[in-house]
């Protein structure tokens, strides 16, 4: 059974980043491939960024897998809307973060890293980076387990957080043309467009006019299969036309997804 979860979002509605508390658990769901721990194990990430000092620090510690001999941040060079070869949310071979250097024991590790160049937060803050752990057994080379670093954008942006409760939080001033709208955070929960169907999704919807784009993250759990498609509609068009749509994207239960369109959406003047 495929499920189609449909996104109704009415939008009516940078700069340097704030400082931010954060975790993130990895697991072998994450690992593109299948080729991840099928088990019970998993490494609890707790990150945090410094906006004074321009630092990005945290620690880790696994249960369930043995003997950890490295661990990264991966950086994709461009956020992809999904990896189609591999159904996840991140390409399979996106590169070290070599200017982030993570230190390992058997059990866990640790890092700090001071950033000179603002492109390193740049891409954590616009989801392009996941977690890898490594561990000695030769059938998990492509790594073990992997946390996504997903739903950045308003971690990073908006020092009060952004609640799952349907409004909109401006992060900015809109531009002097009075045409564009300001930046802006939208969470809210989903559920099975089936009516006969189990499980919830989560979602946030980041919109940077910087860039022209409209980033929708988030995570699904106890639905009965993976959901295939995401499409997004204006309110006003009664579900006719929608302004954003993917499809065959596999996301799975428990697999935290970031898809990334362009958009410019206009207010009234």
């Given at each position: ?136 057994p030769y059938y998990f080379s492509n790594g073990e387990v992997r946390g996504n670093l997903v739903s950045m954008a308003p971690i ?114």
């Amino acid at each position: 059974m495929k499920i189609l979860i449909v996104l109704a979002l009415l939008f009516s509605l940078s700069s340097a980043y704030v400082s931010f508390m954060h975790s993130v658990h990895a697991n072998g769901t994450q690992v593109p491939n299948g080729y991840g721990n099928t088990g019970a194990g998993y490494c609890d990430f707790s990150d945090s960024y410094d906006s004074v000092t321009n630092t990005y620090s945290g620690t880790f510690t696994c249960s369930g897998i043995l003997n950890v001999t490295a661990a990264h941040v991966h950086s994709c060079d461009s956020i992809t809307q999904f990896d189609y070869v591999y159904q996840k949310p991140y390409l399979y071979n996106c590169p070290v973060l070599d200017e982030c250097k993570i230190t390992t024991t058997a059990t866990g590790g640790s890092w700090s890293c001071v950033f000179t160049n603002s492109s390193f937060m740049d891409a954590i803050c616009n989801d392009q980076c996941y977690f890898n752990v490594h561990t000695d057994p030769y059938y998990f080379s492509n790594g073990e387990v992997r946390g996504n670093l997903v739903s950045m954008a308003p971690i990073c942006n908006v020092a009060t957080g952004v609640k799952l409760d349907g409004v909109a939080v401006v992060g900015g001033v809109a531009p002097d043309s009075g045409i564009q709208v300001p930046p802006f955070y939208y969470g809210s929960f989903l559920n099975p467009a089936d009516a006969a169907s189990t499980g919830n999704c989560f979602y946030i919807a980041s919109f940077q006019p910087l860039y022209s784009v409209l980033i929708i993250s988030g995570c699904c759990w106890g639905l009965p299969d993976d959901v295939y498609s995401v499409e997004a509609f204006q309110a006003s068009d009664n579900y006719q036309t929608d302004f954003y749509s993917s499809y065959s994207l596999s996301i799975q239960n428990d697999l935290p997804f970031s898809l990334r369109f362009p958009w410019m959406p206009t207010k009234l003047l």
